[in-house]
């Protein structure tokens, strides 16, 4: 669309032109496509934000700027886009950091704009003073600081720029005396980098290595999501006729309805994924970092081919080697790059073409055996759990296994789905459930993994795309960081439903305590209340789900408020105290005690 031809409030001032630092500021927000920021206001950045609605944006006040952060990292991830966050400077500003930090880890090209002390107090200890390019340097890929109001608009720009080239947060600072004045400015075109399929030289290779290969797997990571290359992926998935797994908290990285797709690597993933890929003799992690958790041990499982040569791509080359040895790395676009060695071995006859038939036999025989033993397996059955269990049934109420849960839920998931999850026990058992077939639709807090991520995250997916349904999991202790948020969706029409596993335990640490710590369970408990009546309370439907047979129906009704009705739920589903493995035993070590007086304690 030409700029002429937009609606007047999405025009943008051409050519040098006079104008205040707060209009270059929001001119340039509109250059980008801005339409929707995520923040609570302050005096700090008033003066542009005075200018919003008349530019064509929307200001989400949310209940706390955490939030704010995991929903600009959320309407990214979605669509692809730039989330913006802002906040009052100094604590508006650092209440942001843990989300910052979570975007980081996701990749998501969100634009965080901390307005900071006035130029004139900054180092005298006023009010709100913070150094806030500090507090982010670790979590962002480019940090402006608006040193001079004439910079406004070029400072801004590229922070927007930077966001989208480096993939990941970038921040404005900008001293909150700088937004006023009368500056002469021009707003930038946005520049987006054409990214490239990678180096001739070792794609060359990586066809060769992939046409002498046997029996080759690819992993199928975030950058397929984030470059749009899911097509790409599927036709030399296609050309090989390969297993395709997906990487760690990317299951939307490749159709679940696809032959081919085997499900997730890692924690609570696909056995049928681990299974084929340790028969691998060449591994083509396709926009992945093979992060260091992604391949850890499961199930009592060393999966990780150690003898195979593996093609890595990634579109940042310092990714390239760094956590596992590779044969051959390309810098490149995710999807560019299949689409090349699609290409490259279109017309070529490869070793793999002979047992075609025999490896996708291979394959479903793995998934048809993963599938039935999910199930089968409708409880854990470890000691701890097998007495949380048997506790349960003497206890007043009906506690429901986790497992089959997730599976009912699983089955009562809406098209076009998207999901959020947190970081706990039943969220992370989750993994093996939830399967996408269509990419931009899983939403994990990725390696920073914070509790409290689930909900502001979905809040921000669904504002980026209404007509998408949006769920969100969480645990009944990290639901009680971030549910105020439900507050935002309610006040600002922005419906979800959420889901939360009502264990009445910090689940997930406690499981480190079974396994290391002899059951001495520390801060681990929590006496709730009613999550369906908080969520009442703040104006949203609330259901409380006590039978297995009322999941999935639970599931439905919820999703109809949400799409029919633009209604927030909250579904409460009580749990057995039931715990699946944990997160990271390679962390741990079991306790030893040389004081007299702590040694009980082993
Ligand atoms: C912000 C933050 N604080 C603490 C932790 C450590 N932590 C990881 S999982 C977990 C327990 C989560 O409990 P809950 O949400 O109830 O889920 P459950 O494990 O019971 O399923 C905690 C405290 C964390 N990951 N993030
Ligand atoms: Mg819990």
């Given at each position: 669309?030409?700029?002429?031809?937009?609606?007047?409030?999405r025009?943008?001032?051409?050519?040098?032109?006079?104008?205040?630092?707060?209009?270059?500021?929001?001119?340039?927000?509109?250059?980008?496509?801005?339409?929707?920021?995520?923040?609570?206001?302050?005096?700090?950045f008033?003066d542009?934000?005075?200018?919003?609605?008349?530019?064509?944006?929307?200001?989400?006040?949310?209940?706390?700027?955490?939030?704010?952060?995991?929903?600009?990292?959320g309407?990214?991830?979605?669509?692809?886009?730039?989330?913006?966050?802002?906040?009052?400077?100094?604590?508006?500003?650092?209440?942001?950091?843990?989300?910052?930090?979570?975007?980081?880890w996701?990749?998501?090209?969100?634009?965080?704009?901390?307005?900071?002390?006035?130029?004139?107090?900054?180092?005298?200890?006023?009010?709100?003073?913070a150094?806030?390019?500090?507090?982010?340097?670790?979590?962002?890929?480019?940090?402006?600081?608006?040193?001079?109001?004439?910079?406004?608009?070029?400072?801004?720009?590229?922070?927007?720029?930077?966001?989208?080239?480096?993939?990941?947060?970038?921040?404005?600072?900008?001293?909150?005396?700088?937004?006023?004045?009368?500056?002469?400015?021009?707003?930038?075109?946005?520049?987006?980098?054409?990214?490239?399929?990678?180096?001739?030289?070792?794609?060359?290779?990586?066809?060769?290595?992939?046409?002498?290969?046997?029996?080759?797997?690819?992993?199928s990571?975030?950058?397929?999501?984030?470059?749009?290359?899911?097509?790409?992926?599927?036709?030399?998935?296609?050309?090989?006729?390969?297993?395709?797994?997906?990487?760690?908290?990317?299951?939307?990285?490749?159709?679940?309805?696809?032959?081919?797709?085997?499900?997730?690597?890692?924690?609570?993933?696909?056995?049928?994924?681990?299974?084929?890929?340790?028969?691998?003799?060449?591994?083509?992690?396709?926009?992945?970092?093979?992060?260091?958790?992604?391949?850890?041990?499961?199930?009592?499982?060393?999966?990780?081919?150690k003898?195979?040569?593996?093609?890595?791509?990634?579109?940042?080359?310092?990714?390239?080697?760094?956590?596992?040895?590779?044969?051959?790395?390309?810098c490149?676009?995710?999807?560019?790059?299949?689409?090349?060695?699609?290409e490259?071995?279109?017309?070529?006859e490869?070793?793999?073409?002979?047992?075609r038939?025999?490896?996708?036999?291979?394959?479903?025989?793995?998934?048809?055996?993963?599938?039935?033993?999910?199930?089968?397996?409708?409880?854990?059955?470890?000691?701890?759990?097998?007495?949380?269990?048997?506790?349960?049934?003497?206890?007043?109420?009906?506690?429901?296994?986790?497992?089959?849960?997730?599976?009912?839920?699983?089955?009562?998931?809406?098209?076009?789905?998207?999901?959020?999850?947190?970081?706990?026990?039943?969220?992370?058992?989750?993994?093996?459930?939830?399967?996408?077939?269509?990419?931009?639709?899983?939403l994990?807090?990725?390696?920073?993994?914070?509790?409290?991520?689930?909900?502001?995250?979905?809040?921000?997916?669904?504002?980026?795309?209404?007509?998408?349904?949006?769920?969100?999991?969480?645990?009944?202790?990290?639901?009680?960081?971030?549910?105020?948020?439900?507050?935002?969706?309610?006040?600002?029409?922005?419906?979800?439903?959420?889901?939360?596993?009502?264990?009445?335990?910090?689940?997930?640490?406690?499981?480190?305590?079974?396994?290391?710590?002899?059951?001495?369970?520390?801060?681990?408990?929590?006496?709730?209340?009613?999550?369906?009546?908080?969520?009442?309370?703040?104006?949203?439907?609330?259901?409380?789900?006590?039978?297995?047979?009322?999941?999935?129906?639970?599931?439905?009704?919820?999703?109809?408020?949400?799409?029919?009705?633009?209604?927030?739920?909250?579904?409460?589903?009580?749990?057995?105290?039931?715990?699946?493995?944990?997160?990271?035993r390679?962390?741990?070590?079991?306790?030893?005690?040389?004081?007299?007086?702590?040694?009980?304690?082993?």
């Amino acid at each position: 669309m030409t700029d002429t031809a937009k609606e007047p409030a999405r025009q943008v001032a051409q050519g040098l032109t006079k104008m205040t630092p707060s209009e270059a500021f929001v001119e340039t927000l509109v250059a980008n496509d801005v339409r929707d920021i995520f923040g609570i206001m302050g005096s700090a950045f008033m003066d542009a934000m005075d200018i919003f609605a008349p530019a064509g944006i929307r200001l989400v006040p949310v209940v706390h700027e955490q939030g704010a952060g995991h929903m600009a990292d959320g309407y990214a991830r979605v669509s692809g886009q730039h989330g913006v966050v802002i906040g009052q400077n100094g604590p508006g500003i650092s209440n942001c950091v843990t989300a910052i930090a979570a975007a980081f880890w996701a990749h998501s090209p969100v634009v965080i704009v901390t307005p900071e002390s006035g130029t004139m107090g900054m180092g005298l200890g006023g009010f709100q003073e913070a150094n806030q390019l500090p507090m982010f340097q670790e979590f962002t890929k480019y940090q402006a600081h608006v040193n001079n109001p004439k910079r406004m608009a070029e400072l801004t720009a590229r922070a927007f720029d930077r966001a989208m080239s480096e993939i990941g947060p970038t921040q404005v600072n900008i001293p909150r005396d700088y937004f006023y004045g009368d500056i002469e400015t021009e707003i930038p075109e946005p520049f987006r980098l054409d990214r490239g399929a990678g180096g001739a030289q070792s794609l060359d290779e990586a066809a060769d290595l992939l046409a002498s290969a046997e029996f080759p797997v690819i992993i199928s990571g975030g950058g397929v999501v984030m470059s749009d290359g899911v097509q790409e992926c599927i036709a030399l998935a296609e050309r090989l006729g390969a297993p395709v797994v997906n990487s760690y908290l990317h299951n939307d990285s490749f159709p679940a309805r696809h032959a081919q797709w085997c499900g997730p690597l890692g924690y609570q993933g696909s056995k049928a994924a681990m299974k084929l890929i340790s028969q691998a003799d060449v591994v083509i992690a396709l926009g992945s970092r093979l992060g260091p958790f992604g391949t850890l041990p499961q199930y009592g499982m060393e999966y990780w081919p150690k003898d195979a040569k593996i093609i890595q791509i990634d579109a940042d080359h310092k990714m390239l080697g760094l956590v596992k040895k590779i044969s051959v790395g390309i810098c490149g676009d995710a999807r560019q790059a299949a689409a090349a060695l699609t290409e490259r071995l279109s017309s070529r006859e490869l070793l793999c073409d002979d047992t075609r038939e025999e490896r996708a036999a291979k394959t479903k025989a793995e998934k048809d055996a993963w599938e039935a033993e999910l199930d089968e397996w409708t409880h854990e059955t470890d000691p701890y759990s097998l007495d949380a269990i048997a506790e349960a049934e003497d206890e007043e109420g009906n506690w429901l296994h986790p497992r089959q849960v997730l599976r009912e839920l699983e089955k009562a998931m809406p098209a076009r789905v998207m999901v959020s999850t947190d970081i706990g026990n039943i969220n992370s058992v989750a993994n093996s459930y939830l399967r996408f077939d269509e990419p931009r639709s899983f939403l994990a807090p990725m390696s920073f993994g914070n509790c409290g991520y689930a909900l502001p995250t979905v809040i921000g997916a669904k504002a980026a795309a209404q007509d998408r349904p949006a769920v969100a999991y969480a645990g009944d202790g990290a639901w009680g960081m971030s549910m105020g948020e439900i507050m935002t969706a309610v006040r600002h029409d922005i419906p979800v439903t959420a889901v939360v596993f009502h264990n009445r335990q910090w689940g997930a640490e406690k499981k480190n305590q079974v396994d290391f710590y002899n059951r001495r369970f520390v801060a681990g408990e929590l006496d709730n209340q009613s999550f369906a009546g908080i969520a009442e309370a703040m104006g949203a439907e609330g259901i409380v789900v006590e039978k297995l047979d009322d999941v999935g129906p639970a599931l439905e009704r919820a999703i109809d408020l949400q799409m029919n009705q633009g209604k927030t739920c909250v579904i409460e589903i009580m749990c057995t105290r039931e715990l699946g493995d944990p997160f990271r035993r390679d962390a741990l070590s079991k306790p030893v005690r040389h004081l007299e007086k702590y040694q009980d304690y082993v």
